[in-house]
C-alpha cells in the first residue's frame, strides 16, 4: 500500500504561483512514477504531468505546458507541482497518483493506469 497526502492548494489571483507537493508514504517511492490530474465538478478527472522513477522523463498536458513544472525528490518520497501563470480554468481539486507498472507515456495519461491516490487539494485562481 502507497498512502498519498497532497497539501499546498489554495486560492490565487490569476497570473499568481502555487506550489502543490505529496508526501509518499508506504511503499519505496522510486518503485513508482507519479502523475498529477485535476477535475472540476461534472467533468472527468483529467491528466496534468507525470514523471518518471527515475525522473529523467516528464510529461505535460498542452494545456498547462511551459507554466507547470513537475519533480520529484526520492530522498524526501515527495513529488511536486510547480505551477506558474495561473489562469482561472485552472481551478480544479487537484491530485497526486502512483503507478508501478512500467513507463509508458501514451499510458500515464489515462487514470486507469494508475493504482493509487490522494485525496486532493483545491486550487482556485480567481480573475
Known amino acids: 500500500q502507497v498512502q498519498l497526502v497532497e497539501s499546498g492548494g489554495g486560492l490565487v489571483q490569476a497570473g499568481g504561483s502555487l506550489r502543490l507537493s505529496c508526501a509518499a508514504s508506504g511503499r519505496t517511492f522510486r518503485n513508482y512514477h507519479w502523475g498529477w490530474f485535476r477535475q472540476t465538478p461534472g467533468k472527468e478527472r483529467e491528466f496534468v504531468a507525470v514523471i518518471s522513477r527515475s525522473g529523467g522523463s516528464t510529461y505535460y498536458a498542452e494545456s498547462v505546458k511551459g507554466r507547470f513544472t513537475i519533480s520529484r525528490d526520492n530522498a524526501k518520497s515527495t513529488v511536486n507541482l510547480q505551477m506558474n501563470s495561473l489562469k482561472p480554468e485552472d481551478t480544479a481539486v487537484y491530485y497526486c497518483?502512483?503507478?508501478?507498472?512500467?513507463?509508458?507515456?501514451?499510458?500515464?495519461?489515462?487514470?486507469?493506469?494508475?493504482?493509487?491516490w490522494g485525496q486532493g487539494t483545491q486550487v482556485t485562481v480567481s480573475s
Open positions: 497518483a502512483a503507478d508501478g507498472s512500467a513507463f509508458n507515456p501514451a499510458q500515464a495519461m489515462s487514470v486507469r493506469r494508475y493504482s493509487y
